[in-house]
Antibody
């Protein structure tokens, strides 16, 4: 059973770069036709899709964030998100998730989320 | 891309059925059948309820069902239970291979 665990700094200063990692256990990134994804949720708000990377390495980004975001594989068991020039609007809980082709790209596995606050 | 439109809140009494709508465009909900629904309890990560418009993961109760007509998808919860009180989000793949979520609906069990 695949499990995901996010890691992040917790607190980031405005204008800095936010770096997050997602550790994959119980399976590997290359083990299936999956979409490895980052999603965030601002306090009291809805879900916002940030980006996904297909298991073969192709990447897709939310058009509203595309200029500031990079998603990548670090190893066969970890993928990452970089978000540059952060502002208070980037304060959110960040989730990594797996979109599986067996589930029509729906997200069947989620990490517990990591809270990120942007503040000086 | 704009968030899909959901009602902010829906309520019902135990045992009743409620339906949550998710309105999009021909570029997302109406463009294909990659529509999914998620349940989120406070402080928890979302949980997949429905994928491919109407399919349920094996562990999800058949009280949850999905459908779609044109640019609007719907989630119906039958036999409403106290544990169904949560936030619900729809999601759709788009014709640009991006993804968009709905604005979210808070379900209250009266």
């Amino acid at each position: 059973q695949v499990q995901l665990q996010e890691s992040g700094p917790g607190l980031v200063k405005p204008s800095q770069t936010l770096s997050l990692t997602c550790a994959v256990s119980g399976g590997s990134i290359a083990s299936g036709a999956s979409y490895w994804t980052w999603i965030r949720q601002s306090p009291g708000k809805g879900l916002e899709w940030i980006a996904y990377i297909y298991y073969i390495g192709s990447t897709y980004y939310n058009p509203s964030l595309k200029s500031r975001v990079t998603i990548s594989f670090d190893t066969n068991y970890q993928f990452s998100l970089r978000l540059t020039s952060v502002t208070a609007a980037d304060t959110a809980v960040y989730y990594c998730a797996r979109g599986d082709s067996d589930f029509d790209v729906a997200f069947d596995v989620w990490g517990p989320g990591t809270a990120v606050t942007v503040s000086s | 891309q704009s968030a899909l439109t959901q009602p902010a809140s829906v309520s019902g009494s135990p045992g009743q059925s409620i339906t949550i709508s998710c309105s999009g465009t021909s570029s997302d909900v109406g463009g294909h059948n990659y529509v999914s629904w998620y349940q989120q309890h406070p402080g928890q990560a979302p949980k997949l309820l429905i994928y491919g418009v109407f399919n349920r993961p094996s562990e999800i109760s058949d009280r949850f069902s999905g459908s779609k007509s044109a640019n609007t998808a719907s989630l119906t919860i039958s036999g409403l239970q106290a544990e169904d009180e949560a936030d619900y989000f729809c999601s759709s793949f788009t014709t640009s291979s991006t993804l968009v979520f709905g604005s979210g609906t808070k379900v209250t069990v009266l």
